[in-house]
Every structure is written in C-alpha cells, then in structure tokens.
C-alpha cells in the first residue's frame, strides 16, 4: 500500500509539472517520459491493454440474439480502439464502444481457465463514459468453460460464471455482482444478486472520469466490490444476496387449505350496542350562522359580474350559426369598493348537532384465531451449499451490452488472484490517468464555486467555516485597546516610568528634590532615574 501510495504522489508530481508548465519550469525535462502500457508483474490469468492499437486476441460475435426482432436482432454496434476524446495521456488507447441503439457483443480468450480453489479471485478494468451516460451496461462477463463455447457466437444467453460492472438506465444507477450459483441437487443455474451498494454512484457516471472497477472474492466466501480502489459494498455470498443460495429448510405447505370457519377479524362490531333515541342522523353537518349581521354598505342589487360595456362584437358573428351575441362578463366596478354584492346570505357554520350516521362501537373479536398461515413442511428441494465460493471455472472475458449512449471507453482489464499483483496493474494503469486528470483539474477555488453553483446550500456552509472564523480572528487581532508600555521597555530607553515623572514634577514645583531624590541622596533627577534603572 506504501508502494502505491508513493507512485501515485509520483504520477501527480510528474503532472502537476507537465500541465502546469508555469508553475515548474525547470522541470519540464520530466515531461519527455512517453506514456507506457502497464505490464502484470506478478500470476494472472488475463491482462488486457490497447496501446498497440490493435484488437489482437478479442472476436467479434457474429450472433443474432433469439426472440428479437430481425432488424435489431444482429450483433452489430461498432467498437473501435483510439484514444480518449479529452486524453491527457497521448498514446493511451482503449476499446471504445462507438454505436447507439446497437447490440455488441466482443470477447477474449483467458490465459488459462481460473478454478476457485484456495486462492481468490480478484477482477478489475477501468470504465470512462467519455459522453455521460442516458441508459446502457459497460458491465463484463465471465464467461463459463464449457466445451460449447464459441466465441464467435457470442450472446446474452451464453453461459456465464460472473457478471459485474456499471449499468445506468433514467436514474437507476446500478453496479452488478451477479454470479450464476449451480443448485447441487438438480445441476440447474440460478443468478444470485449481491445487495444493492448504499454509496451514492452517480458521480461514477456523470463526471467523465476514467474509474477503476474491482471485484475481490475470497475463499471464506466474503466479497468486496471497489471503485477506485474505494470498497462501496461488501458481503459475504451466504448472506447477502438475493435469492439466497441455500433454500428454506421447510416451506409452506402448497396443498393446506384455510378452513372455511376460521376468523381472522381482530375486532367485530358490539351486537349488544343499541342507537340512543336522541340520536338524529338526518342532522346536516352545516347550518346558517344565526349571530351573522350583513355589513353596512351591502349592495343587494348590484350583481357581481356585468357584461363589459367596452366590448364589440365581432364583425364575424352569425347570429344564426353562433346564436345571439352576448358581451363577456366582467367584474362590478360598483363591488370593488363594497363589502359585497348581491343577495346577502348567511355563512355556514358547523352544527354542533351533527353526529352523522350512527355505528355500533368495535369491540374485541372473542373468536379471533390470528391470522392464517400454511403448515410448515420440510422443503424438498432443499440443499446446503457452505462454499458458494467454489463457482464454475471460467476461461473467457466478455462485453454483451446495449447502449443509447455511445464513446464508452474500456481499459486494462486485469485477473488475478494476487492483490498485490493488480494493485501494481492499478498503479501503472489507472493511477497514471487518475494523476494525469487529477492535474489537469481547476484549482481548489474554482471547484468550490463550481460545487456551489450545483448546490447553493455549500455557501452557508463556506460561509461558517471559512469567512466567519476569518472575521473573528481580524476582530480579535485588529480592534483591542493599546496596552501601556512594561517596565521592559522603559529599562530599554532609559525613559521615565509615569509615576516617577509625576512625583519629579511635583517637587520641582515645590522647589525641592522628589521622593527618590532624597532616597539616593543626590538632586540630580537624571542620577535619580539611572539609579533606579
């Protein structure tokens, strides 16, 4: 972890230099190193760049997807290997998923196969969706050993043993873990899903960055899934995910039906309740406020509306096809300065009579039962899998997506079962880029502002954090009273303490030496103060 951390100060130095020309440059001669591709310095079954600028070792499917329709159906979305559009590495390549609205489908053969065993499994690649992201995958595959694979003929249905990565579509935004587990009694698959993380991803798909994408399993059956080298979920196969890979124990009954007699009414009407004779249900809920005077002013027989005595009718207007002309109305102007206008009535109030229609009170059910349920039965199709963790082998990488978004931008993919050895992929791949954008970012000022513009409500805290404690200290520092000088000073300028010079000029008043004259036993004031100097 040293290592890594002190070849990522490394990278940002060297970038901070080179696109910052101004700020270094006298060391500018660090900026003629030329991007090199990462090379795997340790085991590993897969390891995957494109800086040669080739697709050399990955096939192209073929395939049409079944129960599709034929125009749609084909495997036809164009990839391409180039550069990011906004590279800040030159000579860094990656595979570029290049067509909207298209299927593909591309994939490469692993070294060898990877068996679980004792060793964990650890996958990363790096994912930049260069032009954001509306709805698509840039998720990878696993794909299954199995004597039917065929490349070539790549598609949704073939086998897999994992899929993980970043999916997005309107806002829902995703990050797989989904494993095919193998139920041991009936050999069929079954796609388990890891939880859904709680950290926030949109970033991942909205700040145009290149992210590095980790997936560690380990023998014990824990799991950590990593963004940038971040964990942003973890778990453990046995109990977070969903559906769980062991079955119930015992299961409900599917042929136990609820007897016709029972009674899962908690509360029941009271059968002995009896309506009051005083009650009267035909009681309106509202009545006329009896105590309401009309105010003065009323004009009961000016209407609200008047017909506007400015209006014209139009030139157009067929009586015999659109009736007989009538101006718009148009409010009183004699009601704007009345309380009202109209024939006056009385504003409705609650009745305190209303009861509405009785009801008889609830009480307890005494033949309540509870709520029914199914016998428990033992499951028969249950198992105990303990180590979920041994999956099919797999011997292939694949890309199977759809996208409405196009320049998604694929890199290092890297599959080992050394942690050391990826996070040395990671820091020669990944870290080189993350230094090389990281430099290529505004100054911190420019991003505050930038955050404050997406969410106003960083100002207040700008403000309490930063120009409030700033304020106090210049307050504080600027605005106290001058204190009087100590007796420091006056040993350094020989001057005069205020006592001594009052008491000095009083007795030259009186004509006579001072207090401390008298004491030394000299009139010579000078003496007197080198003296007590």
């Known amino acids: ?43 590993h079954f897969f390891a995957k760049s494109f800086d040669r600028g080739t697709l050399d070792g990955w096939i192209l499917s073929n395939a049409k997807k079944d129960d599709t329709d034929e125009e749609i159906a084909k495997y036809d979305g164009k990839w391409a290997v180039e550069e990011m559009k906004d590279s800040k590495l030159p000579g860094d390549k990656g595979l570029v998923l290049k067509s909207r609205a298209k299927h593909h489908a ?89 939880k859904k993380p709680e950290a926030d991803l949109r970033m991942y798909y909205t700040d145009k960055k290149t992210h590095l994408y980790t997936l560690v399993l380990n023998p014990d059956n824990s799991f950590e899934v990593l963004v940038d080298q971040t964990v942003v979920n973890s778990g453990n196969l046995l109990t977070d995910m969903t559906p769980p890979v062991n079955p119930p124990a015992e299961i409900e009954d599917p042929e136990d039906q609820k007897p016709e007699d029972w009674d899962e009414r908690p509360k029941i009407q009271d059968p002995e309740a009896v309506k009051p004779e005083d009650w009267d249900e035909d009681a309106p809920a509202q009545i006329p406020d009896e105590d309401a005077v009309k105010p003065d002013g009323w004009l009961d027989d000016e209407p609200e509306y008047i017909g506007d005595p400015d209006a014209v009718k139009p030139e157009d207007w067929d009586e015999d096809m659109d009736g007989e002309w009538e101006a718009p109305q148009i409010p009183n102007p004699a009601c ?41 039965i033992p499951n028969p199709g249950y198992f105990e899998d303990l180590q979920p963790f041994k999956m099919t082998p797999f011997s292939a990488v694949g890309l199977e997506l759809w996208s409405m978004t196009s320049d998604i931008f694929f890199d290092n993919f890297f599959i080992t079962d050394d942690r050391n050895t990826a996070d040395r992929w990671a820091a020669d791949g990944w870290g080189l880029k993350k230094a090389a ?26 403000i309490l954090t930063v120009v409030l404690p700033l304020v106090l200290i210049i307050v504080f520092c600027c605005t106290g009273k001058t204190n009087a000088a100590s007796p ?11 006592d001594v010079k009052e008491e ?30």
């Open 488 to 498: 420091a000073e006056y040993k350094k300028t020989d001057a005069p303490q205020p």
């Open 336 to 376: 704007e300065t009345a309380p009202g206008c109209g024939p006056w009535k009385r504003p409705m109030i609650d009745n305190p009579s209303y009861k509405g229609k009785w009801k008889p009170p609830m009480i307890d059910n005494p033949s309540y039962q509870g709520v029914w349920k199914p016998r428990k």
């Open 437 to 462: 954008e990281g430099a290529a970012e505004p100054g911190l000022a420019a991003q505050m502002l930038s955050a404050a513009e997406e969410r106003p409500w960083l100002w207040v805290v700008y």
């Open 504 to 533: 000095e000029e009083e007795a030259e008043e009186k004509g006579g030496p001072g207090e401390h004259d008298q004491v030394s036993g000299s009139s010579s004031p000078n003496y007197c103060r080198s003296t007590l100097v």
């Open 106 to 194: 591309i994939s490469a053969q692993m070294l060898r196969p990877f068996t679980f065993d004792t060793r964990p499994l650890i996958i990363q690649y790096e994912v930049n969706f260069q032009a954001g992201i509306d709805c698509g995958g840039a998720y990878v595959k696993l794909l299954t050993q199995t004597p039917e694979l065929n490349l070539d003929q790549f598609v949704d249905k073939t086998p897999y043993t994992i899929m993980f990565g970043p999916d997005k579509c309107g806002e829902d935004y995703k990050l797989h873990f989904i494993f095919r587990h193998k139920n041991p009694k009936t050999g069929e698959f079954e796609e388990k899903h890891a």
């Open 1 to 43: 972890e040293a290592l890594n951390t002190l070849l990522s100060l490394c990278h940002w130095i060297r970038f901070q230099i080179c696109f910052r020309p101004r700020a270094c440059p006298n060391f500018l001669f660090l900026c003629q190193v030329t991007y090199k591709a990462p090379e795997p310095m340790g085991e």
